[in-house]
């Protein structure tokens, strides 16, 4: 005979149900890496620039949830883009749980999968805070040996008349901005790597910077579906469960990806990961 449930047992039931489905719709949606484009208008770029194509992977968090197949995939996904350039924006390994520099070694996958990618204007990397929160030093000395240049607090103007500047993280760098836009030609057309797009506070007033490219948020990771609200918010509230494309000033955009991984939990609501694909364009 089937037991009579009461409603306090009803209701616990539903709960808990409702609980699993969301966790597991949640965990799905973590794998369903997606490709995203943007065309990116800025005024007064030159000619040579125009159609420029910028390949962003960020968020990695290697150690955690995140597999080697899963950042093998994200990998070839830009490659199959064949950009002129790829941006690297940090979080390479998770020190959520464990701030350990042990965890570099367990995530050290992540670097082996960063190796083959290939650009021919070159690889540029910054640091987020989960690198700094295990050990940012061997997360250096793990990017320096692959074909990257690691970008901290610096720039480097290219032939074209680009510069590439990138500058540490924010909350655990230090990242400073200003000291990195010293160290290229004013008249180049700049693009920053910030893994946290904050550093547009730093930038105020600034009209060299054309373009700020970012992670760190994971676009909330956890959003509310149809209000697109994030109650998880790493960084100010202006940028709360934020993703794709803001713009900053009239001369300035910044473009946040989601990222690949997860942190804390391996759920992704409303909010599913990517790498994407920047163009350049003139407005
Ligand atoms: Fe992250």
């Given at each position: 005979m089937i037991p009579k449930l009461t409603r306090r047992a009803w209701i616990r039931a539903l709960l808990f149900s409702g609980i699993a489905i969301t966790g597991g719709v949640g965990y799905v949606s973590s794998k369903k890496l997606e490709r995203v484009h943007a065309d990116i208008p800025l005024v007064d770029l030159p000619k040579e620039l125009d159609g420029l194509k910028v390949g962003v992977l960020s968020d990695f968090h290697a150690g955690a949830f995140t597999t080697k197949e899963e950042i093998d995939r994200a990998v070839r996904m830009v490659r199959e883009e064949s950009p002129d350039l790829i941006a690297l924006l940090g979080d390479y390994v998770d020190g959520a749980y464990s701030h350990s520099p042990k965890n570099v070694e367990k995530g050290s996958y992540v670097f082996d999968a960063l190796g083959s990618l290939k650009g021919p204007l070159g690889t540029y990397a910054v640091l987020g805070n989960h690198d700094h929160w295990t050990d940012a030093d061997l997360v250096r000395e793990k990017l320096s040996m692959l074909p990257v240049v690691i970008l901290d607090n610096q720039g480097l103007a290219l032939d074209n008349g680009l510069a590439v500047v990138g500058v540490d993280d924010y909350w655990e760098g230090p990242s400073d901005a200003l000291r990195a836009l010293r160290t290229i030609k004013p008249e180049s057309v700049v693009v920053m790597l910030s893994h946290n797009p904050d550093v547009n506070i730093q930038l105020?007033?600034?009209?060299?910077?054309r373009l700020v490219i970012s992670g760190h948020?994971?676009?909330?990771?956890?959003r509310v579906p149809?209000?697109?609200?994030?109650?998880?918010?790493?960084?100010?509230?202006?940028?709360?469960g934020c993703s794709g494309l803001i713009k900053e000033t009239d001369r300035r955009w910044t473009f946040i990806t989601k990222g690949i991984g997860t942190f804390f939990v391996p759920i992704r609501l409303a909010c599913p990961p990517d790498v994407a694909i920047l163009r350049l364009r003139r407005a």
């Amino acid at each position: 005979m089937i037991p009579k449930l009461t409603r306090r047992a009803w209701i616990r039931a539903l709960l808990f149900s409702g609980i699993a489905i969301t966790g597991g719709v949640g965990y799905v949606s973590s794998k369903k890496l997606e490709r995203v484009h943007a065309d990116i208008p800025l005024v007064d770029l030159p000619k040579e620039l125009d159609g420029l194509k910028v390949g962003v992977l960020s968020d990695f968090h290697a150690g955690a949830f995140t597999t080697k197949e899963e950042i093998d995939r994200a990998v070839r996904m830009v490659r199959e883009e064949s950009p002129d350039l790829i941006a690297l924006l940090g979080d390479y390994v998770d020190g959520a749980y464990s701030h350990s520099p042990k965890n570099v070694e367990k995530g050290s996958y992540v670097f082996d999968a960063l190796g083959s990618l290939k650009g021919p204007l070159g690889t540029y990397a910054v640091l987020g805070n989960h690198d700094h929160w295990t050990d940012a030093d061997l997360v250096r000395e793990k990017l320096s040996m692959l074909p990257v240049v690691i970008l901290d607090n610096q720039g480097l103007a290219l032939d074209n008349g680009l510069a590439v500047v990138g500058v540490d993280d924010y909350w655990e760098g230090p990242s400073d901005a200003l000291r990195a836009l010293r160290t290229i030609k004013p008249e180049s057309v700049v693009v920053m790597l910030s893994h946290n797009p904050d550093v547009n506070i730093q930038l105020r007033g600034d009209r060299l910077v054309r373009l700020v490219i970012s992670g760190h948020t994971h676009g909330g990771q956890i959003r509310v579906p149809f209000i697109n609200w994030a109650p998880w918010v790493p960084c100010s509230m202006k940028y709360r469960g934020c993703s794709g494309l803001i713009k900053e000033t009239d001369r300035r955009w910044t473009f946040i990806t989601k990222g690949i991984g997860t942190f804390f939990v391996p759920i992704r609501l409303a909010c599913p990961p990517d790498v994407a694909i920047l163009r350049l364009r003139r407005a």
